[in-house]
């Protein structure tokens, strides 16, 4: 499957998940848009666990001028304190709309777990067709010993209660996916 076809594919699937995905250019546009995204929701705070020193400053500049804070880890002192999260994934899966992240780290698993909103970032070339394809890979992480690797589909949804459904109790009321073409 070429790689036009798995980003149509993973932006169907998610979406019938109710996440919201989209294609950006560039880690300045996944910095900008999650700006928007926290400011349209009357977010004050980001997290963003994973981000390299220079776009961390980038995020800060943007952060600042619109009104916005930047909190930093350790993350377990602002657990209530959490609006969005921006953090990379590590892989799709465009058969079900899946994120795949390694989650090794508490404070990306508060972030992902704990905010409002998760917006994540997968470059395109990170996309596979299906979970077979990620096989290989998965049993790789797996012979390393133990950790933690999260499949995200979706915001977080239960139908525990009277098997009604309800969204964000258990994790973010919304994900959004933005999925980075590379040069």
Not at 19 to 47: D, F, N, P, Y
Not at 96 to 109: I, K, M, P, Q
């Amino acid at each position: 499957m070429e790689q036009t076809e798995l980003m149509d594919r993973m932006k169907e699937k998610a979406g019938l998940v109710q996440a919201l995905v989209s294609t950006v250019t560039g880690m300045e546009e996944v910095l900008g848009r999650t700006v928007g995204i926290t400011l349209g929701q009357g977010g004050k705070t980001i997290v963003a666990p994973g981000l390299d020193p220079e776009n961390l400053q980038r995020l800060e500049d943007l952060c600042r001028a619109a009104g916005l804070t930047v909190l930093y880890p350790p993350f377990r002192p602002h657990l209530s304190a959490i609006h969005t999260a921006l953090t990379p994934a590590d892989w799709a899966i465009a058969e079900t709309g899946t994120l795949v992240l390694d989650s090794d780290s508490e404070d990306l698993r508060i972030a992902t777990m704990l905010s409002e909103t998760h917006v994540a970032w997968i470059p395109v070339s990170r996309i596979v067709p299906d979970t077979a394809a990620l096989s290989a890979r998965l049993i790789e992480k797996m012979k390393s010993g133990p950790g933690y690797l999260a499949f995200i589909t979706g915001p977080s949804r239960t139908a525990d209660i009277e098997r009604v459904l309800a969204i964000g109790v258990h994790g973010p009321q919304e994900l959004h996916i933005l999925m980075m073409e590379e040069p």
